[in-house]
């Protein structure tokens, strides 16, 4: 039995995000403001089989929970090859399986996600009114991706969260319409502050709506109460609404309130790079340590050595804040 991954501030590192493509369908001006930047070639990508072994060994480690992302992680072929592949972890103490998706897929495969072992999904959503979604996303497609939320929920991968990006000027205005969305339709909804990993390198504090806003914006429509758990490692302040409504709101706040004390998470790029932060300025290739023929303990050892470099914080709010030259879109939202 190996001692689970802990890195040296004594994080226990439960939570691998692994990104399947760097492509992506959307061109959301906060990730891919100027076009897509040069995706990586194929061979450079690791293989299903690959991901397959390296999250075996991660689960072995103690990761309890992989969310697939990207890019669009729909744009991979046969993402449900893998997700069967990654779901007979649950065996090895997986314990959850999630999906973060633009949704544009969704109406057609959400059930064959769900018969391929997914446990959950996250849809991104940033508007809900068609011009400010086309605006956003670069795409005319909100009544698909919504068709797709019901799709999800008929296919019965409930909870379902969605998140929404608030970015001053854009959508600031549409909170408490988001909080009518999530009582109405009982899901998950998750505001996300606009953090400083566009292409474009156009993000400025003052774009940043607060998590403090957003949740005075939701209360003075509806009434918020905590939910009373304790957040763990969960990236989300949990609310529910005081009148008992169905739906619960998630406010998450990386710029104004740091979470990192207790973070859980690393992150595998599509073309297997270990961050240990979504701020990291540094990478660690598992991918060429795996190709040059090591052995399972060899990569062990490996992962255990990159898990102890891993940042105590970011430092978004510090003077000398260097932004990471890979936007979200490559290092895997
Ligand atoms: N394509 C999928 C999607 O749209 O959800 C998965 C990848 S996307 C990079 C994952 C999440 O990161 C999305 O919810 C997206 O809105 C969020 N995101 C991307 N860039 C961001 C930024 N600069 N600040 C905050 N969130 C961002």
Same mark, same amino acid.
């Given at each position: 039995m190996t001692t689970p991954l802990k890195d040296s501030y004594n994080r226990p590192i439960r939570d691998l995000r692994v990104s399947l493509t760097d492509r992506c369908n959307f061109r959301c001006f906060y990730c891919l403001p100027h076009g897509e930047p040069p995706i990586a070639p194929k061979e450079q990508m690791l293989s299903y089989e690959e991901i397959e072994y390296v999250c075996e060994i991660f689960v072995s480690l103690g990761i309890e929970k992989i969310r697939l992302t990207g890019g669009e992680p729909m744009l991979r072929r046969d993402i449900e090859t893998v997700i069967a592949k990654l779901s007979a972890l649950k065996s090895k103490g997986l314990v959850d399986l999630a999906l973060t998706t633009n949704g544009y897929y969704l109406p057609d495969r959400a059930q064959s996600l769900k018969d391929a072992g997914l446990d959950r999904i996250t849809i991104s959503v940033d508007s809900l009114k068609r011009e400010v979604f086309k605006e956003m996303t670069g795409v005319d497609v909100l009544d698909r991706v919504l068709t797709g939320i019901a799709a999800t929920k008929a296919a019965g991968l409930e909870p379902i969260k969605i998140n929404a990006v608030i970015v001053r $000027?854009?959508? *600031?205005? *549409? &909170?408490?319409? +988001?909080? &009518? +969305?999530?009582r109405e339709q009982n899901v998950k909804m998750r505001f996300i502050e606009f953090m400083p990993l566009d292409s474009g390198h156009e993000w400025s504090r003052e774009m940043v &709506?607060? $998590?403090r806003e957003i949740r *005075?914006?939701?209360? *003075?429509?509806?009434?918020?109460v905590a939910v009373d758990v304790a957040r763990g490692s969960e990236t989300s302040s949990r609310y529910r609404f005081a009148d008992g409504a169905p739906g619960e709101i998630g406010i998450i706040a990386p710029v104004s309130e740091p979470f990192c004390g207790a973070c859980s998470r690393i992150r595998l790029t599509a073309d297997g790079q270990i961050r240990t932060c979504l701020f990291s300025t540094v990478e660690h290739s598992l991918r060429d340590v795996v190709r040059s023929g090591a052995t399972r303990p060899e990569i062990i050892e490996y992962i255990d050595s990159v898990v102890l470099k891993k940042e105590p914080r970011h430092y978004i709010n510090d003077p000398q804040f260097v932004a990471p030259s890979r936007t979200m879109s490559f290092i895997g939202g």
């Amino acid at each position: 039995m190996t001692t689970p991954l802990k890195d040296s501030y004594n994080r226990p590192i439960r939570d691998l995000r692994v990104s399947l493509t760097d492509r992506c369908n959307f061109r959301c001006f906060y990730c891919l403001p100027h076009g897509e930047p040069p995706i990586a070639p194929k061979e450079q990508m690791l293989s299903y089989e690959e991901i397959e072994y390296v999250c075996e060994i991660f689960v072995s480690l103690g990761i309890e929970k992989i969310r697939l992302t990207g890019g669009e992680p729909m744009l991979r072929r046969d993402i449900e090859t893998v997700i069967a592949k990654l779901s007979a972890l649950k065996s090895k103490g997986l314990v959850d399986l999630a999906l973060t998706t633009n949704g544009y897929y969704l109406p057609d495969r959400a059930q064959s996600l769900k018969d391929a072992g997914l446990d959950r999904i996250t849809i991104s959503v940033d508007s809900l009114k068609r011009e400010v979604f086309k605006e956003m996303t670069g795409v005319d497609v909100l009544d698909r991706v919504l068709t797709g939320i019901a799709a999800t929920k008929a296919a019965g991968l409930e909870p379902i969260k969605i998140n929404a990006v608030i970015v001053r $000027g854009h959508n *600031e205005d *549409e &909170v408490a319409d +988001f909080a &009518v +969305f999530a009582r109405e339709q009982n899901v998950k909804m998750r505001f996300i502050e606009f953090m400083p990993l566009d292409s474009g390198h156009e993000w400025s504090r003052e774009m940043v &709506v607060s $998590g403090r806003e957003i949740r *005075e914006r939701i209360s *003075e429509r509806f009434p918020l109460v905590a939910v009373d758990v304790a957040r763990g490692s969960e990236t989300s302040s949990r609310y529910r609404f005081a009148d008992g409504a169905p739906g619960e709101i998630g406010i998450i706040a990386p710029v104004s309130e740091p979470f990192c004390g207790a973070c859980s998470r690393i992150r595998l790029t599509a073309d297997g790079q270990i961050r240990t932060c979504l701020f990291s300025t540094v990478e660690h290739s598992l991918r060429d340590v795996v190709r040059s023929g090591a052995t399972r303990p060899e990569i062990i050892e490996y992962i255990d050595s990159v898990v102890l470099k891993k940042e105590p914080r970011h430092y978004i709010n510090d003077p000398q804040f260097v932004a990471p030259s890979r936007t979200m879109s490559f290092i895997g939202g």
